[in-house]
């Protein structure tokens, strides 16, 4: 069955970095559009970052732009969100997700998910 198991949340002061990944097994991972989201506390799931398969393209939420990068390693089934410049209001837990359609802004359009990591960021 397909798994997506993401790794590398924590806590963190302001300003800090972390870097996520997500392993994927189960699926054809290069045949996928990959996405990360986020829910914090009393909020809505939310669209931050999303890479194609090829890794060619790469889209952001206007929040993270700047501060987030999206990257793939397709030889090893994974994908990366690498974060700096850490704020309070990126607290959340963050899902990857994965696509294999056009889409990869709308949660309800991906396949498969996580089942999260928690990122604390304390002011």
């Known amino acids: 069955q397909v798994q997506l198991v993401e790794s590398g949340g924590g806590l963190v002061q302001a300003g800090g970095s972390l870097r996520l990944s997500c392993a994927a097994s189960g699926l054809t991972f290069s045949s996928y559009t990959m996405g990360w989201f986020r829910q914090a506390p009393g909020k809505k799931r939310e669209f931050v970052a999303a890479?194609?398969?090829?890794?060619?393209?790469?889209y952001y939420a206007d929040s993270v732009k700047g501060r987030f990068a999206i990257s793939r390693d397709n030889a090893k089934n994974t994908v990366y969100l690498q974060m700096n410049s850490l704020k309070p209001e990126d607290t959340a837990v963050y899902y990857c997700?994965?696509?294999?359609?056009?889409?990869?802004?709308?949660?309800?359009?991906?396949?498969?998910w996580g089942q999260g990591t928690q990122v604390t960021v304390s002011s």
């Open positions: 890479i194609r398969w090829s890794g060619s393209s790469v």
């Open positions: 997700a994965a696509n294999q359609g056009s889409s990869y802004y709308t949660g309800g359009h991906y396949d498969y």
